[in-house]
């Protein structure tokens, strides 16, 4: 049986590959952060500019293109998202 993921979980995965391709330079790329959250472009691109609009994901625009940095209204609901995620998991359950 398959498990779709749902809203929530896709934008912590992306949050999460953002945290987690923050190189030397400071912001993750678009590429990285698709392969990372295993997301097609049209609906990152989309989950991108709501995370962007609500404050978790902060643009950062370079000479080679446009990259994410993740926040601290982003990190928050990230520590509180991996919380959960552990509750759930205590009890058997999963999110």
């Known amino acids: 049986m398959s498990v779709y993921r749902n809203r929530v ?3 912590a995965d992306i949050l999460r590959a953002v945290r987690d391709g923050c190189g030397e330079e400071g912001f993750a ?3 990285f ?3 990372r959250s295993n997301t097609s472009y049209g609906k990152l ?3 991108l500019d709501e995370l962007a609009r609500s ?3 902060e643009v950062v625009e370079s000479d080679d293109g446009k990259g994410y940095r993740l926040t601290d209204v982003g990190m ?3 520590e ?3 919380r959960l995620e552990r509750f759930a998991k ?3 359950l999963r999110l």
């Open 33 to 35: 952060i698709m392969r």
């Open 29 to 31: 790329r678009v590429s």
């Open 45 to 47: 691109s989309e989950m």
């Open 55 to 57: 404050s978790m994901l």
């Open 76 to 78: 928050k609901f990230l």
């Open 90 to 92: 205590a009890y058997g």
């Open 9 to 11: 979980r896709l934008y």
């Open 80 to 82: 509180e998202y991996e």
